[in-house]
C-alpha cells in the first residue's frame, strides 16, 4: 500500500507526434482535480497567449522551453494524481521514431502502458514500435485508447477496423487478450476519459479512469524466487549494537522470512535468517519491495554487490550472456567494445562478443547489423569479467535486466533484457 | 507469519539513499528546515538503523530565514545526534560574489547557489542529497534521481542519463558532482501523509499562527525588516501558515485555521492552490525553474 493506504498504479504512455497524449494527460488531471488553480491560470495564459479558444491541456505536462517552443515532448516527464482509492504515477513518453529509447525508459518503471492511437490515422507503424516495447519489456497490462472519435462521429466501425488491425499484432507478440483493452475516446472532449460518453452508447465498457482503478498492482507485480541484492553492510559498533552486522538491501521477486535457509551468492555459503528488520521493528516475514535489514545465524562473508537467494532456489550464474540489448546513448554499441555492466546494483566489466542481430521493432524479423546505434533493438552476446547471477528477463524483470555504462564518459548507453 | 508489506514509495527512497551512502565518497544532505529535507532525516535514519545516518547535513543559511526554522534545524541535529554544517550567502555578499538584490522582488534566494557551489568545492562532495519532488514544478517533472552535474553546476536537461529500472548510474568524472532526489516521486499530499503517520517533528511555522503580514499581487507576505514593502502596503494581523519554508523574501503565506498535523492534511487535499504557487520566485516568469535550475540552483 501506497502512504494514504491508497493503492499504486505506475503508468507510461505513448503515442505519435499529435495523437493528444498530453492532452489526455491534461484531461486526466484537470477532471481527478489534480490541477490546482494557479496551474489552470497558467495553462488559460498560455492557451490565450497562443490565441487558442480553448484550454490547451498538453501545457500542464510539456515542461522544458524547448518542448513548448516546438509544441512537442521531447523527454520522459513523471506525473502525478490520485483518486480516493489509488495513487497513479504517469511516465510520460515521447513518441517519435527517434525516441525509443524514451519510451522503454519509461516502461522499465511502469505496470501499465497506454498506447495511443489517432482514430483517423488508424493502426500506424508507429503504433507497431509502442506495442513492440510494451512486449520487450514484458509490462503487465496494455491499454490500447483510441483517441479523437469525436472527430470521426464517434463511429463504431472505426473502433472495430482499429482493434481488429491491432489484434493482429497481439498475434504476433506474448500478450494474452485478457491482457489488451481497447477504449474508445475523446481527450479533448473528456468522453470516456474519466466520464461516460453519450455519443457511444454501443460501447459498454469502463471509461479510462474506471478501468485504471479496478487493476490490482498484486495482479500486474510478477512472481518470482525471492532476490535480495546487498547494497551496504550494516554495522553500528555501538554498545547497544555491539554485533550487529545487517545486510541491506530491497527485496525482489518473493517474500522471505525468519526462519529461511539462504545461500549467500558468489561464495554459495549457506545460513539461516535470523531477524528482518525495518527500522526499530523486527518482522516475522516481508514481501517483495521492502527495504529492509536482514541478519544471518552464521558468521559467512558476505558483501554490497552479494546476493542472497532461498536455498535450492539459485539462480543462473554465468560469464557469458545473451541478451537482447536497447541502445540509449548516441554513441554506438560495437563488436569488441568494453563497457560497465550494472546488474540490479553489481558492476562487472563486460565485452561484446557478438551482434548476432539487429530487430526490426515493427514485428518484422531481424537483419545484420555491424554495431547498434541509438534506439536501435538488438540481439547480442556479452563476455563478463566475473560471473553475474540472473534470471532470464521473461522469469524476473528485476533480476534479468542490467545497464551497459560506458568506461569513458561513464554514461548509460544501453539497457539489457537478459534471454 | 505476519507478511511486512512495505510503503513502495518509502521503500523506493531508501533503497536511493543506500545507493548513495554505497556510490559515493562524501555525500551530504541539503537542510533547508523545512517539510521535504525533514522528511529525508526520517528515510536516512530509516535507511541505515541501528547505525547512524553515514553523511552530515548542509545547510545554506540566506540569513533570511525564519527564526523558528533555525531553532527547529538545531534541536532536530542534536536530538538525532547528527553532524550540521552551516555556510551564510552574507559571507558570499560580504566576499563580493555575489550581489544583495534591490528593491520591491528583493531575495537572496537566488544568491543561494554560490553559497552551495562553494561549499560542494569546500568539502569535496561528490553527491548532494535533495528533497525535491517532481510534482512541485514543470521542469522537476524531468529530474532524473541520480543528477550529474558539471564542474560548474550546471543542469544540462538535454543530456540527461536515462534511468531504467531502479538501476542508479553514479558513475562520475573527478570535479562532477551528483544530485540525488530520493523523494522524487512523492507529492505533497505523500509528504505530509507520511509527517503524520510517523508522526514527525516540523517547525511551528507549518501550523497556523498569529503574524503581522501585508498584501501583495494577490500573496500574503511576511511583515518584517528584512522584506521590501512600500509605504502604502498596510501591514495587517493574520491567522496563516506556511506550505513551504525558504527564505523570508520568497516564501508567502496562506490564510488557515490548520494547527494540527490532522487540520493540515485535510487542508492540503481540499487546497486548490499548488505549493510552488506560495513561491514568489517561481513567478517570475513561465520559465523561472528551468532557467535557475541550468545555472546550478538545487
Request: proline content about 3%; overall charge negative.
Amino acid at each position: 500500500m501506497d502512504i494514504q493506504g491508497r493503492k499504486l498504479i505506475k503508468i507510461a504512455t505513448a503515442g505519435s507526434v499529435d495523437d493528444g497524449k498530453s492532452t489526455l494527460i491534461g484531461r486526466l488531471l484537470y477532471d481527478t482535480h489534480s490541477l490546482t488553480t494557479d496551474k489552470i491560470e497558467a495553462i488559460e495564459r498560455s492557451s490565450k497567449q497562443r490565441g487558442y479558444d480553448y484550454l490547451d491541456f498538453s501545457l500542464a505536462t510539456d515542461g522544458l522551453v524547448a518542448e513548448r517552443e516546438q509544441g512537442i515532448t521531447i523527454d520522459v516527464a513523471h506525473i502525478y494524481f490520485n483518486t480516493d482509492k489509488t495513487n497513479f504515477i504517469v511516465a510520460d513518453t515521447p513518441g517519435h521514431v527517434e525516441y525509443t529509447r524514451n519510451m522503454v525508459t519509461g516502461a522499465s518503471t511502469s505496470q501499465v502502458a497506454i498506447i495511443l492511437i489517432d482514430a483517423r490515422k488508424g493502426v500506424i507503424e508507429q503504433t507497431y514500435r509502442h506495442f513492440f516495447i510494451s512486449n520487450l519489456l514484458r509490462i503487465s497490462h496494455v491499454v490500447v485508447a483510441i483517441n479523437k472519435m469525436d472527430l470521426v462521429e464517434y463511429s463504431e466501425d472505426v473502433f472495430l477496423k482499429i482493434k481488429a488491425d491491432f489484434d493482429v499484432l497481439v498475434g504476433k507478440s506474448d500478450f494474452t487478450e485478457e491482457q489488451i483493452t481497447f477504449i474508445p475516446l475523446s481527450a479533448l472532449k473528456g468522453e470516456n476519459v474519466t466520464r461516460k460518453s453519450e455519443h457511444m452508447p454501443w460501447y459498454v465498457g469502463n471509461t479510462l479512469l474506471d478501468h485504471l482503478e479496478v487493476l490490482e498492482p498484486e495482479d500486474l507485480q510478477e512472481s518470482a524466487a525471492a532476490r535480495f541484492p546487498v547494497q551496504l553492510v550494516i554495522r553500528p559498533k555501538t554498545e547497544a549494537y555491539h554485533d550487529f552486522r545487517g545486510f541491506s538491501g530491497k527485496l525482489y521477486g518473493n517474500s522471505l522470512q525468519v526462519g529461511d535457509r539462504v545461500t549467500v551468492l558468489p561464495s554459495g555459503n549457506e545460513s539461516t535468517i535470523k531477524s528482518i528488520h525495518f527500522f526499530d521493528k523486527e518482522l516475522e516475514r516481508a514481501a517483495p519491495g521492502s527495504s529492509i535489514v536482514l541478519t544471518l545465524a552464521d558468521e559467512v562473508d558476505c558483501s554490497r554487490g552479494d546476493m542472497i537467494v532461498k536455498s535450492g532456489e539459485a539462480p543462473s550464474s554465468e560469464k557469458s550472456i545473451s541478451a537482447t540489448i536497447c541502445q540509449v546513448n548516441s554513441k554506438a554499441l560495437k563488436v569488441g567494445g568494453k563497457y560497465i555492466l550494472q546488474h540490479g546494483i553489481n558492476r562487472v566489466l563486460a565485452k561484446v562478443d557478438q551482434i548476432e542481430a539487429k530487430i526490426h521493432t515493427d514485428f518484422s524479423g531481424t537483419e545484420e547489423a555491424e554495431q547498434l546505434k541509438l534506439n536501435d533493438i538488438g540481439k547480442v552476446n556479452l563476455r563478463l569479467s566475473k560471473p553475474i547471477h540472473f534470471d532470464s528477463y521473461h522469469q524476473s524483470k528485476s533480476n534479468g535486466a542490467f545497464i551497459l555504462i560506458d568506461e569513458g564518459t561513464y554514461d548509460t548507453v544501453s539497457v539489457g533484457f537478459i534471454e | 507469519m505476519n507478511l511486512f508489506i512495505p510503503n513502495p514509495k518509502e521503500a523506493e527512497s531508501i533503497y536511493i539513499l543506500r545507493e548513495v551512502a554505497a556510490q559515493f565518497e562524501r555525500p551530504v544532505l541539503l537542510f533547508s528546515g523545512g517539510k521535504d529535507s525533514i522528511t529525508l532525516v526520517r528515510l536516512a535514519q530509516k535507511a541505515f538503523f541501528p547505525a547512524k545516518i553515514p553523511f552530515p547535513l548542509l545547510h545554506v543559511d540566506t540569513g533570511h530565514n525564519f527564526p523558528e526554522t533555525i531553532e527547529f534545524r538545531d534541536w532536530l541535529v542534536k536530538e538525532l545526534g547528527l553532524e550540521l554544517i552551516v555556510r551564510n550567502v552574507q559571507d558570499s555578499i560580504d566576499q563580493g560574489k555575489v550581489r544583495e538584490e534591490r528593491g520591491r522582488y528583493a531575495s537572496r534566494n537566488t544568491l543561494q547557489t554560490t553559497t552551495l557551489l562553494d561549499a560542494i568545492e569546500e568539502f569535496k562532495f561528490d553527491a548532494c542529497i535533495g528533497g525535491a519532488r517532481r510534482d512541485e514544478e514543470k521542469a522537476r517533472a524531468k529530474e532524473r534521481v541520480f543528477s550529474v552535474r558539471d564542474d560548474f553546476g550546471q543542469w544540462d536537461e538535454k543530456n540527461q542519463r536515462p534511468e531504467l529500472f531502479d538501476m542508479l548510474n553514479g558513475k562520475i568524472h573527478v570535479g562532477q558532482n551528483v544530485r540525488v532526489f530520493p523523494i522524487s516521486n512523492w507529492t505533497e499530499l505523500d509528504v505530509w501523509e507520511y509527517i503524520r503517520t510517523e508522526n514527525i517533528a516540523i517547525p511551528s511555522i507549518y501550523f497556523a499562527h498569529k503574524r503581522e503580514v501585508f498584501f501583495r499581487d494577490g500573496m500574503i507576505w511576511t511583515a518584517n525588516e528584512h522584506v521590501f514593502r512600500e509605504a502604502h502596503e498596510e501591514v495587517v494581523e493574520r491567522m496563516v501558515r506556511f506550505r513551504t519554508v525558504g527564505d523570508m523574501t520568497c516564501t508567502a503565506a496562506v490564510l488557515s485555521e490548520a494547527t494540527s498535523l490532522d487540520d493540515v492534511v485535510s487542508e492540503i487535499r481540499e487546497s486548490t492552490i499548488s505549493e510552488r504557487g506560495a513561491r514568489i520566485d517561481d513567478k517570475r516568469s513561465e520559465a523561472a525553474m528551468e532557467t535557475r535550475k541550468k545555472v546550478g540552483y538545487f
